[in-house]
């Protein structure tokens, strides 16, 4: 079955360092999603993306589709305390939206 | 607008027993998912609903069954509970009708602990 795998699994970083997560697909996804969980929390949409090689920006965060529409990445630059949480990408399986596949999350530490 | 809302928060059961885990969408969302999160890990999906018609499956036993009522609020059901269903329970729902079409706003979740 489709597998959705994310490195690194954990990231501790200084407060002010940027901070990168890394999603593969072992299959073609039709579109991305990112989320957030903060610690105790539930999962928190971020963005969607949609097209080959898109480029999304909030703020300080920035999100890239890859070409082959397999891969995905999540780039914090300067990041904070707030920033803290589980990042997951999900995307949907085979078969269609409706059964989406969460990646294996990247665990983000951030030291003050 | 009200989130999504799910009940019971927490729940304790013994090995064998039946649980019933609620959820309310938000307004006006037609579309309602479940997933299972162990600690330590990614969501997994248990089950779609939309239009009160099941649209999605995951890897789950038969033990696992949902549906949805003409509110669009939904219920998920676990039959012959074991010591590895102790997990997370999340609820999900979403437009799909306008974009982004496909995000989903998840509840605050049912901690299911089974002894």
């Known amino acids: 079955g489709q597998q959705v795998m994310q490195?690194?699994?954990?990231?501790h970083v200084q407060e002010g360092e940027d901070f990168t997560t890394y999603c593969n697909s072992?299959?073609?996804?039709?579109?991305i999603q990112w989320y957030k969980q903060?610690?105790?929390?539930?999962?928190?949409f971020l963005i969607q993306l949609v097209k080959s090689g898109e480029v999304k920006?909030?703020?300080?965060?920035?999100?890239?589709?890859?070409e082959a529409k397999k891969n995905s990445s999540l780039h914090i630059t300067a990041t904070q305390t707030t920033d803290v949480g589980t990042y997951f990408c999900a995307g949907p399986g085979s078969g269609g939206y409706q059964k989406v596949t969460f990646g294996t999350g990247t665990k983000l530490q951030v030291i003050p | 607008d009200a989130g999504v809302t799910?009940?019971?928060t927490h729940l304790i059961k013994t090995r064998g027993q039946h649980v019933t885990l609620r959820c309310s969408p938000i307004s006006g969302h037609k579309s309602v998912s479940w997933y299972q999160q162990v600690l330590g890990q990614g969501p997994q999906f248990i089950f779609q609903y939309y239009e009160k018609e099941e649209r999605g499956r995951g890897n789950f036993p038969d033990r696992f069954s949902a549906r949805q009522f003409p509110n669009y609020s939904s219920e998920l059901n676990v039959n012959a509970l074991l010591l590895g269903d102790s997990a997370l329970y999340l609820c999900?729902?979403?437009p799909i009708t306008v974009p982004p079409y496909n995000e989903?706003?998840?509840?605050?979740g049912t901690r299911l602990t089974v002894l």
């Open chain 2, 104 to 108: 989903q706003f998840f509840g605050p």
């Open chain 2, 92 to 94: 999900a729902s979403s």
């Open chain 2, 6 to 8: 799910q009940s019971p």
């Open chain 1, 38 to 44: 903060r610690p105790g929390g539930h999962p928190v």
């Open chain 1, 57 to 66: 920006k909030q703020k300080r965060l920035t999100f890239q589709f890859g």
């Open chain 1, 26 to 31: 072992s299959t073609t996804l039709s579109n």
């Open chain 1, 7 to 11: 490195i690194p699994q954990y990231q």
